[in-house]
């Protein structure tokens, strides 16, 4: 199994990975077969098909936002480049990267970056910020049917109201990374 | 079947219930006088009617063994469904307490009336008859992902923890007995073994009746659960080489050796004899389409023997009853039909739940006896030992263990695996199986003490600690609103990761298996029509699965408010409460997977429920489902039964209990609790998937109105 997907994934093609990822090379072989054994199609790039048979992302509430959040804008195939690229935001942050500043862009991985992603999965329209709109529909994929549109909506209310520093009832980015979230994001 | 052995052994013990006459013979038609028989028994009452025929007549001799089985058994049940009664005792006392304290009552009252002892259990009893349904029931519903994903950790705790509590007891005994030389200067060091490696054993049962009051979450569980069912090759193996170390005149370190072989040779072998009587049984159940009535039987006759022959061979019973049951379980519900499924399930419950409750009885009236002999120093240093050397253990191997592991196991689960080692009835059957010797009796003692020491004392005080615990870690300020929705959407979005990536290490050998499983096992073993299974459709399933295991309550009333003024701290409550009951919590999943009382996992249920209206893709389908399928259900009472009955009112926001009331009112809500699904690609492009795959096995019943529903809301 690791050979074959080495000989398939050139070493420059890992370096520049590695370089760009911060993954290492052993992650990257793997990763690299589970892409393969995704890919059913065998032509080197995924579609959506390929993430919704992954049973446990089919009932995951946010399954099918997570898929799209690895299909860069208006496409619907993602390469083994893209797929690492999306990863790379959940690499755990090593602690002699913590001390590093001489990179002038900010790793993927950085705390930024990932809450980042997570405000991407709100925010559809991209507008950067969270209107009351997107954050039902986020809610309403959690929580279910269990729960009446009024109970929902003063839910949401609360949340814009608490964290909402600017007064224009809706979620900017700034005001979404100030929530410090409960139990910490855990290092994946 | 095994009813008629067991009251040959029980008839053995003369149990006599106060208060009956002494049995009258039938006269025989040629009027000869009744014999006289040794005891009284058999001598009918007042002779002055010798010719004429007997009217009304009392013969107790002859029903006498099943009888008082029978009334056993009553008794039990009778204090189990008392205790479910009261609502609040069971929250505070474990049921394992009370039915001890029940046991120790009737102990005391047959001791009374009879002045001897009670019957005591009896060890073949217990292992032939009493511990196989419960170890059956444990491995059925065992969850078969979560357990082989800790695999490795429970293998670590059941066998490295087990022989570093073995020795560390036995050897820390001895050290007592040197010191108390004057009282017992005659245990030797083989016999501080001895009882090191059964005082050592934990208990599957006690465990397992004490975590039914707690909420653990399912990775905690399942380590408990598995290293106590997996220590039992170790303890056993131990307990048996130690005995015959004792018969023989010297032991040398060959000895010591093939002693360690046989660790290994009795757990695998045990693990092969369950293998191969779960395929056999998986295979017969292939066959059974045309007397699908006695198809649970091979369920249970296949377990057995594999439980029986591992016995014969002297292997560990244990392991392969569990691993006959995890293998043949998932090709046997999928040949069986569904009425079978659920008859299998609900005996095994039954019949797990009356041996637990006869267990627990037993071992309170077996503490009432002549036999016993205290012993100060030595009771209370075992006591010591044993919390001592058991959270010792725990400390250090999870200190290793975590750096292998992914998600570490947190000091409270080290406590709480440390405080939930329980002694139960193994220990009690085992200490009575040792040759006699001349502190025997003070070993029964002991074991006795210990083992009402684990279930009452930390029995009741696990949860209040735990409790404490969790106290002490939320002494920061309650989460905002926002908070906790952020950090539940970061949870579903590193579950979801997590998935895409695939479990590292692990997945492999999995893929493998599951390869193997679909190539070989499924087409031979699984009857034809029923193969086609994509994997959509097992997540479906797993999706019912996890609907159950989730929280089942109808939310409370709250009254919806403006959106300008800030809310009040009632509020704020109640849409915590709402929150914390609503919102999925699949990966740090808190109620636990397996439940003595009620069954969690109910195909059946599910299957006619259509528990999918919390998909969103899906949720639109509610509306068709729930009126449709009502009245398909059936109004079954069991525990529990009412939170499913609710779940289906979920629109409503009052908890109603029968279905009558609901129907009408459902219709409303429901509308308004349309979703629009958020992705409408998705949802269809699922449904595609589904309902094609679906045309082929729409046979049997309740598949047809499967594959009818989806097809229909596909249209």
Not at chain 2, 124 to 143: H, K, R, S, T, W
Not at chain 2, 150 to 161: C, D, E, K, R, S
Not at chain 2, 491 to 518: M, P, R, S, T
């Amino acid at each position: 199994m690791g050979s074959r997907a080495s000989t398939l994934l050139r070493e420059e093609e890992i370096e520049e990975i590695k370089k760009e990822t911060g993954f290492s090379h052993s992650q990257i072989t793997r990763l690299y077969s589970r892409f393969t054994s995704l890919d059913k199609g065998e032509n080197g790039t995924l579609s959506r098909e390929d993430f919704q048979r992954i049973p446990e992302l089919a009932i995951n509430p946010l399954g099918d936002r997570i898929i799209n959040a690895f299909f860069p804008e208006g496409e619907d195939q993602v390469n083994f480049r893209g797929f690492m690229r999306t990863l790379a935001h959940f690499r755990p942050i090593e602690d002699n990267e913590k001390n590093k500043n001489s990179s002038a862009s900010e790793p993927l991985n950085s705390r930024t970056n990932k809450l980042l992603f997570a405000f991407r999965l709100y925010d559809l329209d991209r507008d950067d910020k969270i209107s009351r709109d997107e954050l039902l529909q986020v809610l309403r994929m959690m929580v279910g049917v269990n729960i009446s549109d009024e109970q929902l909506g003063s839910i949401a209310d609360r949340t814009i109201q608490e964290a909402d520093t600017n007064g224009d009832n809706s979620i900017s980015f700034n005001e979404f990374i100030k929530v410090p979230p409960v139990d910490g994001e855990q290092d994946y | 079947m095994d009813a008629l052995v067991l009251c040959l052994l029980l008839s053995a013990y003369p149990l006599g219930c106060p208060g009956l006459t002494p049995p009258a013979q039938l006269p025989q038609p040629h009027n000869l006088p009744p014999a006289p028989g040794s005891n009284g028994s058999h001598r009918s009452l007042s002779v002055d009617l010798p010719m004429a025929l007997r009217v009304f007549s009392v013969d107790y001799h002859h029903v006498q063994a099943p009888f008082e089985i029978v009334l056993w058994i009553m008794l039990a049940s009778l204090a189990k469904l008392g205790f479910h009664w009261s609502g609040r005792v069971p929250a505070v006392v474990p049921e394992s307490c009370l039915l001890i304290m029940v046991g120790l009552l009737v102990g005391g009252v047959i001791y009374g009336v009879r002045h001897s002892a009670p019957p005591t259990l009896s060890a073949e009893a217990f292992f032939l008859f009493l511990l196989p349904p419960i170890v059956l029931d444990a491995g059925y519903f065992l969850p078969g992902r979560l357990f082989f994903e800790n695999l490795g950790t429970i293998l670590w705790y059941a066998v490295l923890g087990t022989l570093w509590n073995v020795l560390g007891i036995g050897v820390s005994l001895y050290g007592v007995c040197l010191l108390a030389h004057s009282s017992l200067g005659d245990v030797s060091l083989l016999h501080c073994l001895l009882f090191g490696s059964l005082i050592a054993a934990v208990d599957p049962v006690a465990v397992l009746s004490v975590f039914q009051e707690m909420h653990v979450n399912e990775q905690l569980h399942i380590l408990v659960f598995g290293e106590s069912l997996l220590n039992d090759a170790v303890t056993v193996v131990l307990y048996k080489l130690f005995e015959s170390f004792l018969r023989l005149p010297s032991v040398s370190g060959l000895d010591v050796l093939l002693g360690g072989c046989r660790v290994v040779v009795v757990g695998l072998g045990g693990l092969f004899v369950g293998l191969f009587f779960g395929l056999v049984a998986a295979l017969t159940s292939r066959f059974t389409s045309r007397a699908q009535v006695i198809a649970p039987l091979f369920v249970f006759l296949y377990s057995y023997l594999s439980y029986l022959t591992s016995e014969m061979l002297h292997l560990s019973g244990i392991m392969a009853i569990v691993t006959c049951a995890v293998t043949m379980k998932q090709y046997v519900e999928a040949n069986v039909s569904e009425r079978s499924n659920t008859s299998i399930q609900y005996f095994l419950k039954m019949w797990s739940s009356v041996s637990e409750t006869l267990i627990f009885i037993f071992l309170g009236v077996s503490t009432i006896q002549d036999v016993h002999m205290w012993s100060w120093p030595f009771v209370c240093s075992t006591l010591l030992l044993c919390l001592v050397w058991r959270a010792t253990g725990v400390l250090l191997l999870t200190a290793v263990v975590n750096k292998l592991r992914r998600n570490a196991v947190t000091f409270r689960d080290q406590f709480i695996i440390a405080y939930g080692g329980l002694r139960g009835a193994i220990c009690f059957s085992l200490v009575f199986l040792i040759d006699d010797f001349p502190k025997k009796r003070l070993f029964i003692t002991t074991t006795i003490v210990v083992i009402l020491f684990t279930v009452f004392v930390q029995g009741m005080t696990i949860k209040p600690l735990v409790e404490l615990l969790d106290v002490k870690r939320k002494k920061r300020a309650l989460p905002t609103v926002s908070e906790e929705i952020h950090s539940r959407l970061i949870d579903h979005l590193l579950a979801g990761i997590e998935d895409v990536v695939g479990y590292w290490g692990q997945h492999y050998w999995k893929d493998k298996f599951e390869q193997f499983n679909k190539k070989y096992l499924r087409r031979f073993l699984i009857r034809e029509e029923r193969q086609a299974r994509s994997s959509i459709l097992r997540v479906y399933q797993e999706l019912e699965r996890r609907e159950q295991r989730g929280d089942e309550e109808a939310p409370p009333l709250v009254d919806p408010r403006s959106n300008s003024r800030p809310l009040l701290p009632e509020e704020m409550d109640s849409i915590r409460r709402i929150l914390s009951r609503n919102l999925h919590n699949f990966n740090k999943r808190q109620t636990p997977a397996y439940s003595r009382h009620t069954l969690h996992q109910d195909a059946t249920m599910d299957r006619t429920r259509k528990p999918l209206h919390r998909h969103q893709s899906l949720g639109d389908r509610y509306t068709y489902n729930t009126i449709t399928h009502w009245p398909q259900v059936e109004d079954v009472e069991f525990n529990g039964s009412h939170k499913l009955r609710a779940g289906l009112s979920r629109s409503h926001t009052v908890c109603s209990i029968s279905p009558r009331h609901v129907l009408q009112d459902t219709s409303a809500p429901v509308s308004t609790a349309q979703t629009a699904p958020a992705d409408p690609r998705s949802s269809s492009a699922t449904a595609d998937q589904v309902s094609p795959q679906h045309q082929t096995p729409g046979g049997r019943g309740p598949k047809k109105q499967l594959s009818f529903d989806l097809e229909s809301e596909k249209k």
